[in-house]
């Protein structure tokens, strides 16, 4: 795309191009930030990181490097939003620097895989922390089974098996998300105000949850973990593997890396932000710097009351530890150590009101992506158009249906991995898109610069690109689907191009 037409772009959207009102403060912003990033993962994945790396200190070095790339992440786009602050955030930065066929990748794939599976991962999570306070939501409990199918071996590995159908837990799943969508449908400010609330309110559990690592500590995990916060920790034949230590880390970022995700949803918004230029760059740094501190005294908390190693079939939620705790919900755990019961039912409690408040955020920003893809003519012109409470109304409908058939199929974990990949590959390229507009378009306004440029930047493609591979090695079975999906949309890109050429 010309200069021109982009230079074009940015007043017509601060002008309100679409009909879209500039109405989100900064405060909004960093709260679509903040609620986005956290929701289920913070809550569960520390125990299959437990799982994976066997070490107090290595669980917290997979935190500390996905807190270094999100932030450092969100440093690189704040230029790009500051720049750029119109709506589809990510999707027009990738438009801009690689042209038009990138663009609708990004849009195919989180419509398809990235942004829907999120939500419905998110959503299950929901429903399977309801399950803890009302037990007839179960995965188990079938409503209707339509069949398993796989697993299935093909040349990458095995896929499957996947069981498809409807129990009581995806149920409330879809009910979530059609609630949701509904809310999100009475316009941006309705959503606003269900986010900042059940942020604030989620934000405080988990400074409960570090309250109760502080207060309740045991002396069995403060030995077990701080006693020996480096073993074991693999060693080769002469001194440590590093390789093989940096693959372990790599591959157990899976979990964390979602975890910390959804920071970028902000930018998808940009078009209903107030003063674009200065609101986005400081959203994104404060939002990611703030989640990320907790997570990590989150998960010091959870070292400091629970042994990282345990018995899967240990009698006590101590011996049972991070590596075992029951359906992986660690952050339960701890509050049953302090409270019993009723300290489960409180943390359950808890993580439904976050995990809700993360998908709130989710729909709310994910539709403004096939809006601006609308408006460019790379997706049905009826999803560019607004209802009377100035939301894309058509654009969530859609991504609410087709996140709900997800949910029929696949597990939580299932869905962590199949989507990760593609998160990653994306934000590589957009990185990456960085340097290219700093090269092709230097005379781009740039209210905001990259802090650390080019070094930073540099330091996350490298790290991530690492990761990409190591997850293409030992999680085939989840990541060359992803990669395939993303390359399917490349003839379905030129398909559509056609259509509406001798349109």
Known sequence: MSDGTAASAAPAERAGAGGLVRSLSLLDATMIVV????????????????RQVHSPGL????????????VIGALCYGELAAAMP????????????FGPLWGFLYGWTMLLIIQTATIAAVAIAFAKFTGVLIPWFSSAAWLWQIGTFGPYRLWFGELGPYTVGLNTQNLLAILSII????????????????QNVLTLTKTGALVGVIVLGVAFATDTALTANFGRLWEPVQLGAGGTDWVGLLTVIGVAM???LFAADAWNNVTFVAGEVKDPERTLPRALALGTGLVIAIYLLTNVAYLC?????????????????????????????????????????????????STFGCNNGLILAGARIYYAMARDRMFFASVGALNRHLSPALALLVQGAWASVLCLSGTYGQLLDFLIFSVLLFYILTIGGLFVLRRTRPGMARPYR??????????????????????LRYKPQYTWPGLLLVLLGMPVYWVWKKVREEG
Do not use: C, K
Not at 182 to 194: H, K, S, Y
Not at 450 to 471: C, D, K, N, R, S
């Open 35 to 50: 609620g986005s990033m956290v929701g289920s993962g913070i809550f569960i994945v520390s125990a299959d990181i437990a």
């Open 450 to 471: 990259t802090w650390g440029y080019p070094v930073l930047p540099t330091i996350y493609i490298a790290v991530a690109l690492f990761i990409e591979i190591q997850l």
């Open 305 to 353: 009351v629970l042994p990282l190693r345990g018995a899967p079939d240990g009698a006590t939620v101590l011996d049972r530890g991070m590596q075992f705790a029951a359906e992986d919900r660690v952050a339960t755990a701890v509050a049953e150590v302090a409270f019993g019961h009723t300290g489960g039912v409180l943390m359950a409690l808890a993580v439904m009101i």
């Open 254 to 256: 899976v979990g964390s």
């Open 59 to 70: 669980l917290l070095i997979v935190w500390l490097v996905t807190g270094a790339m999100t």
């Open 179 to 194: 609630l949701l969508t509904w809310v999100n449908l009475r316009g941006i400010r309705a959503g606003a105000l269900v």
């Open 86 to 97: 119109a709506a589809g955030g990510q999707y027009v930065y990738l438009r801009e620097a």
